[in-house]
């Protein structure tokens, strides 16, 4: 049991609209971490929060946008979905140490359609 | 550009046998290593990492190795076991970057056999 929830588990969206997706990290952890992971390959980095800031972006557009609140839950948006943005949707809790090495705990993810 | 490959799309192995499961990386900037195992429906759980600065971690069952010099790590799983069956993914790391950004590799279907 890692700690990290993620809401909804499931969720069908239109091509043009918007969706947020919600994460609740690990008791502990500071710092947050969203991916994307389409059918049959890897989890892709989006961004990374800390301290409620962004604290890295991976090659996504900045339709996707997100937010670290103060209690270390995080919110990941996404505006004007395409098709493509079907995908499970990977939340990732850790605390951040020196150096920036950190384990990172998945939550359970949310499945996302885009029609 | 994938920086971190994982060739065999599958494997398959008798219980109580060895399994290794191969990960390749290009970056050499790459400065800690982890392994994932993910069931279907259900998020990557943590395995088991490893720091550039050594070539061997153990826990249990599960021992990773590292050749900085081929840019490659494995994953040794001693005695297999049917509940060792799922998707398991390499992913490295850029502790400098301070980023947290974590690379992963496409994954390697682990089918153990009764």
């Known amino acids: 049991e890692t700690g990290v929830t993620q809401s909804p588990t499931h969720l069908i969206k239109t091509r043009g609209q918007q969706v947020t997706l919600r994460c609740s990290s690990q008791s502990g952890h500071n710092t947050v971490s969203w991916y994307q992971q389409a059918l049959g390959q890897g989890p892709q980095f989006i961004f990374q929060?800390?301290?409620?800031?962004?604290?890295g972006r991976g090659n996504f557009p900045p339709r996707f946008s997100g937010l670290q609140f103060p209690n270390y839950s995080s919110e990941l948006n996404v505006n004007a979905l395409e098709l493509d943005d079907s995908a499970l949707y990977l939340c990732?809790?850790?605390?951040?140490?020196?150096?920036?090495?950190?384990?990172?705990?998945f939550g359970p993810g949310t499945r996302l359609t885009v029609l | 550009d994938q920086q971190v490959k994982q060739n065999s799309p599958s494997l398959s192995v008798q219980e109580g046998r060895i399994s290794i499961l191969n990960c390749d990386y290009t970056n050499s900037m790459f400065d800690y290593f982890l392994w994932y195992k993910k069931y279907p429906a259900e998020g990557p759980t943590f395995l088991i990492s490893i720091s550039s600065i050594k070539d061997k971690n153990e826990d249990g069952r599960f021992t990773v190795f590292l050749n900085k010099s081929a840019k490659h790590l494995s994953l040794h799983i001693v005695p297999s076991q049917p509940g060792d069956s799922a998707v398991y993914f390499c992913?490295?790391?850029?502790?400098?970057?301070?980023?947290?950004?974590?690379?992963f590799g496409q994954g390697t279907t682990l089918q153990v056999k009764p």
């Open positions: 929060y800390y301290r409620e800031e962004e604290n």
């Open positions: 992913a490295a790391g850029r502790g400098s970057s301070n980023t947290g950004k974590l690379i």
């Open positions: 990732a809790s850790s605390l951040r140490l020196a150096g920036g090495t950190d384990t990172q705990y």
